[in-house]
């Protein structure tokens, strides 16, 4: 596709539950990032990969966030466990290299509930 | 920590009034950011300043950066409904492991009346 396309838009979880979700960076962009937008917020940073380099993890909250880019495309933001507080919008972003000014395009993002 | 504080987070108009959004920060910034977002969609940019005094017009939106490169403005002249939506500065770092690591403000939700 043309965009930063994510899976799934909606999750519901139960609390303790682990959930997985996926981004599809623009083809052939280097860089991805994972962000974290809680209702009525501004979006927090969670994680930035160059390739399949996770290059800055310092934004990811617990140990139960993970995340993973193996091949350098598609990356997956794993939370174990999930409780109530993990509730908001995970945005992924992507851009095509790893300079200042080079435009970052973000996905939708996928909506988690947890209840 | 580097902190962005918008303001103000609420703004409700008429259409064809102006308006002005801030950003400001103790910190200083490579880059100063500004993207609009849209109920259910992730943020589209709508520009980037990164030289300390620029300012940047787009259509009937100004951006300007501070001369210390530690605050913001958006102008937005004769508003219309369309505009309706969540603006959000963002500060960048340089490059490196910092790059893309955007500090946002928590977003003025703009609301245009016909």
């Known amino acids: 596709g043309a965009g930063v396309s994510q899976s799934p838009r909606y999750k519901v979880a139960k609390r303790g539950q682990d959930v997985a979700l996926r981004c599809d960076p623009i083809?052939?962009?280097?860089?991805l990032f994972w962000y974290q937008q809680a209702l009525g917020q501004g979006p927090e940073f969670l994680t930035y990969?160059?390739?399949?380099?996770?290059?800055?993890k310092s934004g990811l909250p617990s140990d139960r966030f993970f995340a993973e880019r193996p091949e350098g495309s598609v990356s997956t933001l794993k939370i174990q466990r999930t409780q109530q507080e993990d509730s908001a919008v995970y945005l992924c972003?992507?851009?095509?290299?790893?300079?200042?000014?080079?435009?970052?395009?973000f996905g939708e993002g996928s909506w988690l509930t947890v209840v | 920590t580097q902190l962005l504080e918008q303001s103000p987070q609420f703004l409700s108009i008429q259409e064809g009034e102006n308006l002005t959004v801030y950003c400001n920060s103790s910190?200083?910034?490579?880059?100063l950011q500004w993207y609009r977002q849209e109920p259910g969609e992730g943020p589209v940019l709508l520009v980037t300043?990164?030289?300390?005094?620029e300012v940047k017009k787009l259509k009937r939106l100004t951006f300007q950066f501070g001369d210390a490169r530690k605050d913001s403005s958006l102008h937005i002249t004769a508003a219309q409904p369309g505009d309706t939506g969540l603006y959000l500065c963002?500060?960048?770092?340089?490059?490196?492991?910092?790059?893309?690591?955007?500090?946002f403000g928590q977003g003025t939700i703009l609301t245009v009346h016909p």
């Open positions: 972003a992507s851009s095509q290299t790893g300079n200042s000014g080079n435009t970052i395009y």
């Open positions: 083809s052939g962009h280097v860089s």
């Open positions: 990969f160059q390739n399949e380099a996770q290059l800055d």
């Open positions: 910190s200083v910034f490579s880059s």
């Open positions: 300043v990164v030289t300390g005094g």
């Open positions: 963002a500060g960048g770092s340089a490059g490196g492991t910092s790059y893309g690591k955007l500090t």
